[in-house]
């Protein structure tokens, strides 16, 4: 008769939500004058890169004064190239604290940073140890919804989100799902090593799972990851992203790590299988825009919002970024996977297509064989070219993929050189 009852008064609960989150307003608009924060709570414990033991903290903000028992929560992950930054970072206290008076409860947390020697396998476990503590970060949440119900979060709507190494940790966190796939990055003793990819930082035993992303200029390893059925995305990235790329190439914050597929080529990865997202292109602008800028702030929390009030089923109209910066009329609007824009502001030519050859090169780093698959139709040549700028091997592919095989070359970095005639692409190759 228990089980009963509560599978009733779930039903009810859960009757009363779909008929209108955003009925009074909330989670659409700020509704709460206030919002009170709560600073360093333990999350987890994990062992660092350079075996330190590291207690793993986190702030929570949350409307003052509410009264709903069943509230959407938002993780927020800092940037800082998985080196540097922390849960107080401007752009992370700012998301938390509009995300809060909206109704929302946010998290914003630290999380373990550190690597050395700065290489390529390196960056990649540092990017596993941050997803762990994400994911020991989601758990935290389930458990306590599960126990003290202290956050009143509905375990339903739980997202995460961040900028830069923080969204590339969200990002990995929903699409990085299997460990074979990290395979070509790490071997699996490594992986076992390291905790696998839930990873052991705490609360075990509760789920990680999510609803959706919020995408801050950030990165997937492999856009493939992305598959059918995952959650969906909202990304913002602006074209002149130097630091990570807005289309595909090397993650550079100030010294070459490893090579990323940026928020366009996530879009037209979700598009092509079906997962629903939403984009929005800074056209001309830097790496995470909107921090200590109020205008590109206030349309990225517009755009987040529209995004979320999407997936919790509020019926109103969804607003679109209210207060965009003065180089709005040179934006690309929100994309949708059907192309169509959303106001006259969308160019009537691509400003962009200089960037927009690209290609998946995997394995990388590679040993005896690599694979090429550029993002066009018809005919194209391929180099692999030392430091000296010669060429090692030429190959003229006609509609196909390429396949280099790399026996009787020296271990070491090269690049290598998609060409169509009118457009080229580079990206460095370890060979070991």
Not at 244 to 263: A, E, F, Q
Not at 341 to 346: G, K
Not at 357 to 373: E, F, M, R, T, W
């Amino acid at each position: 008769m228990k089980k009963f009852t509560l599978f009733f008064s779930c039903l009810i609960a859960g009757s009363m939500w779909a008929q209108n989150p955003c009925a009074t307003g909330r989670y659409a608009t700020d509704v709460f004058a206030n919002y009170t924060t709560t600073s360093d709570i333990v999350y987890g414990q994990n062992t660092s890169w350079n075996g330190a033991s590291t207690t793993l903290k986190l702030d929570v903000y949350q409307p003052t004064g509410d009264t709903e028992t069943n509230r959407p929560l938002i993780i927020w992950v800092h940037g800082g190239s998985f080196i540097g930054g922390t849960k107080t970072d401007g752009d992370m206290v700012a998301f938390s604290q509009k995300f809060a008076k909206k109704g929302y409860v946010c998290a914003s947390i630290d999380y373990r940073l550190g690597f050395f020697p700065f290489d390529s396998a390196n960056a990649v476990k540092a990017v596993v140890r941050a997803v762990q503590d994400l994911r020991a970060a989601v758990r935290f949440f389930y458990k306590d919804k599960q126990t003290s119900n202290t956050y009143k979060i509905d375990t339903n709507n739980i997202y995460v989100g961040g900028s830069s190494a923080g969204a590339i940790t969200s990002l990995h966190l929903a699409y990085l799902d299997d460990e074979c796939e990290v395979s070509d990055y790490l071997n699996q003793t490594t992986i076992t090593q390291l905790g696998g990819l839930e990873g052991t930082s705490g609360n075990p035993g509760y789920s990680s799972n999510v609803k959706g992303v919020l995408n801050g200029c950030g990165a997937l390893a492999r856009y493939s990851w992305l598959e059918a059925s995952d959650v969906p995305v909202a990304s913002v990235h602006g074209t002149n992203d130097a630091t990570v790329k807005y289309n595909r190439g090397i993650v550079n914050p100030g010294t070459p790590l490893m090579y990323l597929d940026g928020s366009r080529m996530i879009h037209e990865r979700a598009c092509a299988v079906g997962v629903e997202n939403q984009f929005y292109t800074f056209l001309g602008a830097p790496h995470v825009p909107y921090a200590g800028n109020a205008a590109y702030m206030d349309t990225t929390v517009n755009f987040f919002r529209d995004f979320l009030i999407k997936q919790l089923g509020c019926t109103e109209a969804i607003l679109q970024p209210e207060n965009a910066p003065a180089q709005a009329v040179l934006l690309y609007p929100i994309d949708y996977c059907d192309g169509s824009p959303v106001n006259e502001v969308c160019p009537t030519s691509s400003l962009v297509e200089e960037n927009l050859l690209s290609a998946l090169i995997y394995p990388n780093p590679a040993n005896d064989q690599v694979h090429i698959v550029p993002n066009v139709t018809g005919k194209y040549s391929v180099d692999l070219i030392d430091n000296t700028g010669r060429v090692l091997i030429h190959k003229e592919i006609d509609n196909d993929m390429c396949e280099l095989n790399l026996n009787g070359i020296t271990a070491g970095n090269y690049f290598v050189r998609v060409s169509t005639g009118k457009t080229s692409y580079s990206e460095i190759l370890v060979k070991y």
